[in-house]
Nanobody, 120 residues
């Protein structure tokens, strides 16, 4: 069993910053990638950023230059540093973990989500 625990959401004013963290625990053989997605009511969940086991990163265009994703491999945690936040960044942010097993299967796990609200 794999668990993801997210933290760091909340209310912030436009232009402010927030840091989201996600810690993975449980029976993990190998992590392929960790990342963040977000969703607003009535819309599809969208990619924010992810980081691979090798350290490669990928960002959605609207987050480039404002968000930074990083990972602590020893602690199985991923952090999303968000700055210059805009009201349109308001969403529930979900941590996503992709793992592989000893037998070569890949599994995807999602966190419970953390609310980020950008408002004055």
């Amino acid at each position: 069993q794999v668990q993801l625990v997210e933290s760091g959401g909340g209310l912030v004013q436009p232009g402010g910053s927030l840091r989201l963290s996600c810690a993975a625990s449980g029976s993990i053989f190998s992590i392929l990638s960790m990342g963040w997605y977000r969703q607003v009511p009535g819309k599809r969940r969208e990619l924010v950023a992810y980081i691979t086991n090798g350290g490669s990163t990928n960002y959605a265009d609207s987050m480039k230059g404002r968000f930074t994703i990083s990972r602590d491999n020893a602690k199985n945690t991923v952090t999303l540093q968000m700055s210059t936040l805009k009201p349109e960044d308001t969403a529930v942010y979900y941590c996503k973990l992709v793992v592989s097993t000893a037998t070569g299967y890949n599994y995807v796990y999602w966190g419970q989500g953390t609310q980020v609200t950008v408002s004055s």
